[in-house]
């Protein structure tokens, strides 16, 4: 039967708990239910908290805020595609709430941003209860493809500038997405030149599961390297990316490209200052990272 993320909602609590951050939980206030149900791939939960908004739940496990979204959406999205000197072909894995998507397409040298992402029901939700993630749905550039991203990426060789991975956790649909045959395939749809950003779990809580997902990466990409970004309502408040170039000797911490200023403006995360940071670990995970 599987979580029912309602039913962790207790005395007008929600708390997270999982397999992924054993002995801790994130607890939320809750202040009204918006939606409650089942898809065919997982529960949904949405619900609004005093201090973040409104709350996405999947499988019992929060995938976004509407208070501190931007700082992964950003993150993930601008990390690549500012690495990048042109991106004009963006594809996008899982992010059915269409925060990533927003932010592809303040590239104005995007002509196509295609998302791929398993379940209608995430993306009908988002359009529903998030109107500000969902705001890029529309944008003539976006083809949304309901399907296994695993399954399209190796359907697409040398199609993509840009591919990001907006995976909900290792643990169900997305199972598939921390997979060696996923990066495989990943490397084989980018164009030369092209960039691969994906999510990359917690540095405080998951290194056992980064250091081999970047041995696999080292084995397909010439230039790896691994960002973070501080998200409060994210286990341990912190998540990370594995970022590949499909070129060898990408500085991926220098931005190829400053946002203008009118794009600037309207980013609240990401700076070119914030992208160098983000490359900047602290000696317990770069030791980890980078000694493997
Ligand atoms: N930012 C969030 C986080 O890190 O918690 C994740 C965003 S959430 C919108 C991730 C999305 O990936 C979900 O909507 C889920 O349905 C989708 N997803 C999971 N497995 C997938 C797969 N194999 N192919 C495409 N999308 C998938």
Same mark, same amino acid.
């Given at each position: 039967?599987g979580? &029912?993320?309602?039913d962790?909602?207790?005395?007008? =609590? *929600? #708390?997270?708990? @999982?397999?992924? =951050?054993p002995? %801790?939980?994130?607890?939320? %206030?809750?202040?009204?239910v918006?939606?409650s149900?089942?898809?065919a791939? !997982?529960?949904l939960?949405?619900? +609004?908290?005093?201090t973040?908004?409104?709350v996405?739940?999947l499988?019992?496990v929060? !995938?976004? +805020? +509407?208070?501190?979204?931007?700082?992964? !959406?950003?993150?993930?999205a601008?990390?690549p595609? *500012?690495?990048h000197?042109?991106?004009v072909d963006?594809?996008v894995?899982?992010?059915?709430?269409?925060?990533?998507?927003?932010?592809?397409?303040k590239?104005p040298?995007?002509?196509r941003a295609?998302?791929?992402?398993?379940d209608a029901a995430?993306?009908?939700?988002s359009?529903r209860?998030?109107p500000a993630?969902?705001?890029g749905?529309?944008?003539?550039?976006?083809?949304?493809v309901?399907a296994?991203?695993?399954?399209?990426?190796?359907?697409?060789?040398?199609?993509?500038?840009?591919?990001?991975?907006?995976?909900?956790?290792?643990i169900?649909?997305a199972?598939?997405?921390? %997979?060696?045959? *996923?990066?495989a395939a990943m490397?084989?749809s980018?164009?030369a030149?092209g960039?691969?950003? &994906? %999510?990359g779990? &917690?540095? =405080?809580?998951?290194?056992?599961l980064i250091?081999p997902?970047l041995s696999?990466?080292?084995?397909l990409?010439?230039?790896?390297?691994?960002?973070?970004t501080?998200?409060? +309502?994210?286990?341990?408040? !912190?998540i990370g990316?594995?970022i &590949?170039a499909?070129?060898a @000797?990408v500085?991926?911490?220098?931005p190829?490209?400053?946002?203008?200023?009118?794009v600037q403006?309207?980013?609240r995360?990401? #700076?070119?200052?914030?992208?160098?940071?983000?490359?900047?670990?602290?000696?317990?995970?770069?030791?980890a990272?980078?000694?493997?």
């Amino acid at each position: 039967m599987g979580i &029912c993320g309602k039913d962790l909602i207790k005395d007008g =609590w *929600f #708390s997270e708990r @999982g397999a992924l =951050w054993p002995g %801790q939980a994130m607890s939320l %206030q809750v202040t009204d239910v918006l939606y409650s149900g089942r898809s065919a791939f !997982q529960d949904l939960l949405v619900f +609004t908290n005093p201090t973040y908004g409104t709350v996405l739940v999947l499988d019992g496990v929060i !995938q976004v +805020t +509407t208070r501190d979204e931007f700082a992964y !959406q950003e993150m993930i999205a601008h990390l690549p595609l *500012f690495a990048h000197p042109a991106p004009v072909d963006v594809l996008v894995i899982g992010g059915g709430d269409g925060g990533v998507l927003r932010e592809v397409l303040k590239h104005p040298s995007v002509a196509r941003a295609v998302l791929v992402e398993i379940d209608a029901a995430v993306v009908e939700a988002s359009k529903r209860y998030l109107p500000a993630l969902a705001a890029g749905f529309d944008d003539p550039r976006v083809e949304v493809v309901i399907a296994d991203g695993a399954a399209y990426m190796a359907d697409h060789v040398d199609a993509y500038d840009v591919i990001i991975t907006d995976s909900s956790d290792p643990i169900g649909p997305a199972e598939v997405l921390f %997979q060696p045959p *996923f990066y495989a395939a990943m490397a084989r749809s980018l164009r030369a030149g092209g960039l691969a950003c &994906c %999510q990359g779990e &917690c540095m =405080w809580l998951h290194l056992d599961l980064i250091r081999p997902l970047l041995s696999a990466c080292r084995r397909l990409f010439p230039t790896v390297g691994y960002a973070y970004t501080a998200v409060p +309502t994210y286990p341990s408040g !912190q998540i990370g990316f594995v970022i &590949c170039a499909k070129d060898a @000797g990408v500085d991926l911490a220098t931005p190829r490209r400053a946002p203008s200023a009118a794009v600037q403006g309207r980013l609240r995360y990401y #700076s070119p200052p914030v992208h160098a940071a983000a490359f900047v670990l602290p000696e317990f995970a770069r030791r980890a990272v980078e000694e493997g």
